[in-house]
T-cell receptor, first 110, second 112 residues
Framework: GIQVEQSPPDLILQEGANSTLRCNFSDSVNNLQWFHQNPWGQLINLFYIPSGTKQNGRLSATTVATERYSLLYISSSQTTDSGVYFCAVANSNSGYALNFGKGTSLLVTP | DADVTQTPRNRITKTGKRIMLECSQTKGHDRMYWYRQDPGLGLRLIYYSFDVKDINKGEISDGYSVSRQAQAKFSLSLESAIPNQTALYFC???????????FGSGTRLTVV
């Protein structure tokens, strides 16, 4: 299946700082999504972004499909941004079922 | 009510017991999925279904079986539970080629 590598695995930020999370994948994809898992375990879809750039408030994401990577930007981080961020990808070979990376665990301190 | 509902939320069972985890959805999505999450390993796909008649194995299907009883219901069974199946299990739904993934709240299963 498609290999998904996320970096860094862990990140600690002070409130107000900016950060960039990276996702590399091993094959061409037609679906790429970013998720946030909050400390209570709930998974929230942040972006559907197989290519291009999107922004939603303090979060933005860019996918460069030809180079097989995606970036998630978090600006002016808040303690509520803490949790695990997952990148997930899919293509026809995976039956369009998402393959997940191992995630980046983010802790934002006051 | 939640769009994707998983029951039970928590379950402790003994080794060798059969257990069923249930998932129902009101999204009207045709595709449903079962994932397993272990600490540090992300989510791994167990089974997925495109419709009632189409069931597919995922990355880690051994030891599990599924049933798609209706478009809105997708159940995961552990025929004979073992301790290394202790994990957080998620059901998800989507449309078409995976757009609109929506996850349930998860079932925390402990096998003792």
């Amino acid at each position: 299946g498609i290999q998904v590598e996320q970096s860094p695995p862990d990140l600690i930020l002070q409130e107000g700082a900016n950060s960039t999370l990276r996702c590399n994948f091993s094959d061409s994809v037609n679906n790429l999504q970013w998720f946030h898992q909050n400390p209570w375990g709930q998974l929230i879809n942040l972006f559907y972004i197989p290519s291009g750039t999107k922004q939603n408030g303090r979060l933005s994401a860019t996918t460069v499909a030809t180079e097989r990577y995606s970036l998630l930007y978090i600006s002016s981080s808040q303690t509520t941004d803490s949790g695990v961020y997952f990148c997930a990808v899919a293509n026809s070979n995976s039956g369009y079922a998402l393959n997940f990376g191992k995630g980046t665990s983010l802790l934002v301190t006051p | 009510d939640a769009d994707v509902t998983q029951t039970p939320r928590n379950r402790i069972t003994k080794t060798g017991k059969r257990i069923m985890l249930e998932c129902s959805q009101t999204k009207g999505h045709d595709r449903m999925y079962w994932y397993r999450q272990d600490p540090g390993l992300g989510l791994r796909l167990i089974y997925y279904s495109f419709d009632v008649k189409d069931i597919n194995k995922g990355e880690i299907s051994d030891g599990y079986s599924v049933s798609r009883q209706a478009q809105a219901k997708f159940s995961l069974s552990l025929e004979s539970a073992i301790p290394n199946q202790t994990a957080l299990y998620f059901c998800a739904t989507s449309v078409g080629t995976g757009w609109g993934y929506t996850f349930g709240s998860g079932t925390r299963l402990t096998v003792v």
